[in-house]
């Protein structure tokens, strides 16, 4: 290369000493790249001689450079991907946090359509609530006399009584927008979601003052603080906590109404009840005789009817339906006529909804024989019984259609107008039912003997357990004197009556209940038992008739059992 220079044929030299080479150009244009010796003194001179330029290049500041540049890249990517991932579980976070504010669900309903005359029933409630929508509809007459109207109102009731109807009806009749809620919505996984939501639901209803906020299911928050076993819900007292602020928030005659339904007000924070907040209970019970046919014949409106249909006699049928169930008998009927293809709801439709309801819906016949023998013998059983028993009920139908869930016949009483309408059982007509309850049994027993007899008359001596037991403590119908030895019907709650669930009696006490219980029953049956003993033919006939025509009606019924239909 030495000689290259010196002849004249290297235009220029550029010289690494980093990485120790040196780039020629030649003057022909070709580039090489040569490998010196880092002192390499002889490039130097020649070159110099030579008179070729020659550039020393030092590349170490590009290195440092590029070092550089690859680090900061480094460092960013770093920055970044960490910035990501916080940013991503602060969303999460967020999100979280989010649920109590974010409330699409309280919308409230403006323009309601159901009006006081579709309640039914409730009178007494009705009455007490049209002052309400006095209020909220002309509240100057009110302010003028110096008047507060009640700031939340307690709806008390069994389900289906009418609760959010009634809360509606007043929204309806009053004009204003009705914010509804069920209260187990509030409590969330997230502690302080609930108390957010109170306060979300809060400021929606003042900003559209006045309006009705319905609250469902309140005892879901408003349960006693405290009664939990192994302390409270927190989340669940919070809730309460906020709803309890807001409510003592409100100025007097704000006009948001406060309207909550429960049907267990025994298990409600006392706090919840003070004057300001809850300070108004109404009652909404199960309807009447004629609060039936009123809510039938609301229902009725909007269906056709059959001329033949009379509405008060199947309010007589329906004791115990609440309103809901009312709505769906009538319902079923429907459907049951749309499926008959026929134009207007018979009785016959609301017979087969009726039992449907109460009974399940119908099974195959039953075709083994034998079978069916002792299901119709124990049916008769009851019938006969009760209709040689005074103080019973009047047979309404024996039937040997079988029910799904094992029902393999049943029989149905009318029920007693008298006792449902004044709420009174007297000792004889219970004592009545326990002899009729064990009808099925005694029958068993006389056509079949006592080692032939079935666990089939397992519900009706489970029935007959309860009814005795309570006539015996509760009701003081037995030797025991007129006492009240146990408390009636509520079930426990939770943490504060496990504690006080002992027995209030002594030991003693305790047997002599259950020998009075024995007594009751066994000389129902034995009563039961003498009573068709001697009436064995009857039966058969009867028994014959009922496996022939499957169902009996009260007239056929008492013609074969030659008693006359009084
Ligand atoms: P609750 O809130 O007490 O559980 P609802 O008000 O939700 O009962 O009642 C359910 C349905 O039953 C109503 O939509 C209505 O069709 C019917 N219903 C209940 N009570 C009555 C009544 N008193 N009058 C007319 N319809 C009733």
Request: charged residues 25%.
């Amino acid at each position: 290369m030495l000689r290259q220079i010196s002849d004249g044929k290297v235009k220029e030299l550029v010289l690494v000493p980093a990485r120790r080479e040196v780039l020629v150009r030649y003057t022909d244009g070709r580039k090489a790249t040569v490998p010196i010796l880092i002192n390499d003194q002889q490039v130097l001179r020649t070159a110099e001689s030579a008179g070729v330029p020659l550039t020393v290049k030092d590349i170490r500041g590009d290195q440092a450079m590029a070092g550089l540049v690859g680090n900061v890249a480094l460092i960013l990517i770093v920055v970044l991907g960490l910035s990501f991932l916080l940013r991503r579980s602060a969303q999460v976070a967020n999100r979280a946090m989010g649920f109590g504010r974010s409330q699409p669900r309280v919308k409230p309903q403006d323009d309601l359509t159901v009006r006081f005359e579709d309640v039914a029933g409730i009178t007494e409630a009705k009455d007490e609530l049209q002052e309400v929508v006095t209020f909220l509809r002309e509240p100057e007459s009110f302010i003028r006399l110096g008047a507060k109207i009640p700031r939340g109102v307690l709806l008390v009731g069994p389900p289906g009584t009418g609760k959010t109807l009634l809360a509606k009806a007043i929204a309806g009749e009053a004009g204003v927008p009705f914010f509804s809620m069920a209260a187990s919505e509030f409590v969330e996984l997230f502690v302080g979601v609930g108390a957010s939501r109170v306060r979300d639901l809060f400021r929606q209803a003042k900003d559209k003052s006045p309006c009705i906020v319905f609250i469902d299911e309140i005892d879901a928050v408003g349960r006693q603080r405290g009664a939990g076993i192994g302390g409270g819900n927190d989340e669940r007292e919070q809730t309460l906590n906020q709803l309890l602020t807001e409510m003592d928030g409100f100025a007097d005659n704000s006009g948001v109404i406060l309207l909550a339904a429960t049907n267990r007000a025994d298990v409600l924070d006392t706090a919840l009840m003070r004057p300001g907040r809850f300070d108004r209970r109404i009652y909404v019970d199960l309807p009447d005789r004629r609060g039936r046919e009123a809510i039938l014949s609301v229902h009725a409106r909007s269906r056709p009817l059959d001329d033949g249909v009379d509405l008060s006699d199947w309010a007589i049928r329906t004791p115990g339906f609440s309103g809901a169930d009312l709505a769906n008998l009538l319902n079923e009927a429907a459907i049951l006529t749309a499926r008959d293809q026929v134009a207007a709801i018979g009785n016959a439709q609301i017979e087969r909804a009726l039992e449907r309801i109460t009974m399940g819906l119908t099974a195959a016949p039953l075709q083994d024989n034998a079978k069916k023998r002792l299901i119709a013998y124990h049916e008769i059983g009851h019938a006969l019984v009760a209709a040689l028993t005074p103080h019973a009920g009047k047979v309404d139908k024996v039937t040997l259609l079988p029910r799904s869930g094992g029902v393999g016949g049943f029989t149905r009483f009318w029920p007693d107008e008298e006792e449902i309408d004044s709420g009174l059982l007297t000792r004889a007509s219970l004592k009545a039912r326990l002899v009729v309850a064990l009808g099925g049994r005694a029958a068993e027993m006389v056509v079949f003997g006592s080692g032939e007899v079935t666990q089939g008359a397992s519900g009706d001596l489970q029935m007959v357990s309860q009814l005795a037991r309570e006539m015996v403590t509760r009701f003081g119908f037995s030797e025991l004197g007129p006492v009240a030895l146990e408390s009636g019907g509520n079930e426990v709650f939770l943490g504060r009556d496990l504690m006080n669930a002992r027995p209030s009696y002594a030991e003693s006490t305790g047997k002599a209940i259950d020998g009075q219980i024995r007594d009751l029953a066994k000389h129902a049956l034995q009563q039961a038992v003498a009573l068709l003993e001697s009436r064995r033919s009857t039966m058969d006939q009867l028994v014959e008739a009922l496996i022939a025509e499957e169902t009996l009606h009260t007239e056929r019924f008492m013609e074969l059992a030659g008693l006359t239909s009084a």
